[in-house]
């Protein structure tokens, strides 16, 4: 079993659609991530968060550290949100991010 | 200002041959990290260095697998014997300090053939 698991891997939606993604992990951490990953590109950061919901634009990120668990979530989609989502964690023992698998989100006009 | 660049962006090479791969932080940045990305995975930790040394090696897969950072600044990483395995996106981030938040760069696709 993988130490981080997203869902889904796979994600098609229509423009405006709320969209969201689920990250579970099972290693004590001290921050987590979501990343964006356009395809032949670099990734982006788009939230690093240890606690509670962080908000910037259409996106929204909240974190359940009891229940480790986190989401992500798009309002209103657009067709240029269409990337790879990555989950990644900071965990306790080490200074290295531990990365879901991602999930591929298209988001059709 | 600039990000974290990484030389070459597409590499390819012969089954058998040295590459090596470079990575520019950005300035300031004492912490630098490489993971390798295959493709529809997620990326791999590879080392993690802070400041010249490396701090972490654990996750090179074996030792045809080296990297440097002799000023503390650019990084290398240098793979010996390359086989078709070694394939994928190798991916350089760097950060302030050590848990701060990791800035990317673009990466560099190597495909041995």
């Known amino acids: 079993k993988n130490e981080v698991e997203q869902s889904p891997q796979n994600l098609t939606a229509q423009e405006g659609e709320f969209i969201t993604i689920n990250c579970s992990y099972s290693v004590g951490i001290s921050a987590l991530h979501w990343l964006q990953q356009h395809p032949g590109g670099g990734i982006v950061s788009l939230f690093m968060l240890s606690s509670g919901k962080k908000k910037h634009g259409r996106l929204i990120a909240t974190i359940n550290i009891q229940e480790k668990h986190s989401s992500l979530h798009i309002t209103a989609s657009h067709p240029r949100d269409s990337a790879v989502y990555i989950c990644a964690v900071d965990s306790y023992n080490t200074d290295k991010l531990i990365f879901g698998t991602g999930t591929r989100l298209q988001v059709f006009p | 200002g600039a990000g974290v660049s990484q030389t070459p962006s597409n590499k390819v090479t012969e089954k058998g041959k040295y590459v090596e791969l470079r990575c520019d932080p950005i300035?300031?940045?004492?912490?630098l990290y490489w993971y390798r990305q295959s493709l529809g995975q997620g990326p791999e930790f590879l080392i993690y260095f802070q400041g010249t040394g490396a701090a972490d090696d654990s996750g090179l897969p074996n030792d045809r697998f080296f990297a440097v950072r002799p000023e503390g600044s650019v990084s290398t990483l240098k793979i010996q014997r390359t086989e078709r395995g070694d394939s994928a996106v190798y991916l350089c981030a760097s950060s302030l300090g050590p848990g701060d938040e990791q800035y990317f760069g673009p990466g560099t696709r190597l495909t041995v053939t």
């Open positions: 300035s300031g940045h004492t912490a």
